[in-house]
């Protein structure tokens, strides 16, 4: 059973940044397109950011130009970093397959608080 561990969330204030990682148990890790997901309280999950096995990635509006995905292979891991944060960033974050694929189990998920 695959296993989704995410961390590196925390209490940043406005503009700040964190960096999110995620690592998946699975062996064969390298040709899933993985994704960042975020939900806030009362929300639903959204995705976020997408990035392919090769690399090329897409983004949510909301995030464009503040947010990069980023997959290192070799480390079954995939990392979103998160630059010039604002108050309505703040949620739990998720990884997962591309919802086309269908979802892994969920992870815990990673608390991100943006807050002065």
């Known amino acids: 059973q695959v296993q989704l561990v995410e961390s590196g969330g925390g209490l940043v204030q406005p503009g700040g940044s964190l960096r999110l990682s995620c690592v998946v148990s699975r062996t064969i890790f390298s040709p899933y397109p993985m994704a960042w997901y975020r939900q806030a309280p009362g929300n639903q999950r959204d995705l976020v950011a997408t990035?392919?096995?090769?690399?090329?990635?897409n983004y949510a509006d909301f995030v464009k130009g503040r947010f990069t995905i980023s997959r290192d292979n070799a480390k079954n891991t995939v990392y979103l970093q998160m630059n010039s944060l604002k108050p309505e960033d703040t949620a739990v974050y998720y990884c997962n397959k591309p919802r086309s694929l269908g979802y892994w189990n969920w992870g815990q998920g990673t608390q991100v608080t943006v807050s002065s």
């Open positions: 990035v392919a096995s090769g690399g090329s990635t």
